[in-house]
């Protein structure tokens, strides 16, 4: 079982290096394979929800997973950033804001 799972292991690894050297046509073709290789109804179940997930929010913005709220507190800042005197030099905020960078 183990041997099975390493040989289908080396084969994804050997398409995810290689999908940046293919076309569309490749990939899907590519991805189809990978996928037909699944018996597990649960593994295929979860691909379908990550693919699922992964398509929703290339259709959508970061813009629009904002609440309301969190909308007008980002145009607030936008606002005031129109003013310089509200600005702080980069430097400044590297250095306090060192320990979450």
Do not use: G
């Not at 990550?50 to 909308?71: C, G, R, V, Y």
């Amino acid at each position: 079982m183990q041997n099975a799972f390493n040989k289908k292991k080396v084969k994804f690894v050997f398409l995810f290096k290689t999908w940046n050297r293919m076309n569309a046509t490749q990939l899907k073709s590519n991805l189809h394979n990978f996928i037909d290789q699944i018996d597990s109804i649960h593994l295929l179940e979860e691909y379908y929800n990550e693919m699922l997930k992964l398509i929703k929010s290339s259709k959508s913005s970061i813009w629009d997973t904002l609440t309301d709220a969190q909308k007008h507190e980002v145009m607030l800042s936008f606002e005031e950033s129109e003013n310089e005197e509200n600005l702080i030099d980069n430097d400044e905020v590297m250095t306090r804001y060192k320990k979450w960078l």
